[in-house]
């Protein structure tokens, strides 16, 4: 997503991004024209490990009890049916 958000906005952030850690990860979305299941399954259970992580710390139960999980339902409904499945 950030990817596509500098490659329309900003080149050089493109560029940028895609000279980090995650180029091998961004090219093979750009050149199979999306992701695995089992990458949409692995993204989406370390999102899920994040958003438990986060919660740990978030003193305000109404952002920890209801707005984070309702963050990862939309996360995880984004993945699973908004981005394409490759090869």
């Given amino acids: 997503l950030a990817s596509w958000c500098f490659f329309r906005g900003s080149p050089r952030m493109h560029s940028w991004l895609k000279s980090s850690f995650l180029k091998t990860y961004i090219e093979k979305y750009e050149k199979e024209k999306g992701m695995t299941k089992r990458s949409k399954a692995v ?5 899920w490990v994040m958003l438990l992580f986060s919660s740990l710390f978030i003193k305000d139960t109404l952002t920890a009890y ?3 999980p309702l963050l990862g339902v939309v ?3 984004t993945i699973i049916f908004f981005v394409p499945n490759s090869r």
Avoid: E, K, V
């Fill in 43 to 47: 993204t989406i259970a370390l999102m």
């Fill in 66 to 68: 209801i707005i984070l």
């Fill in 75 to 77: 996360g995880s409904a």
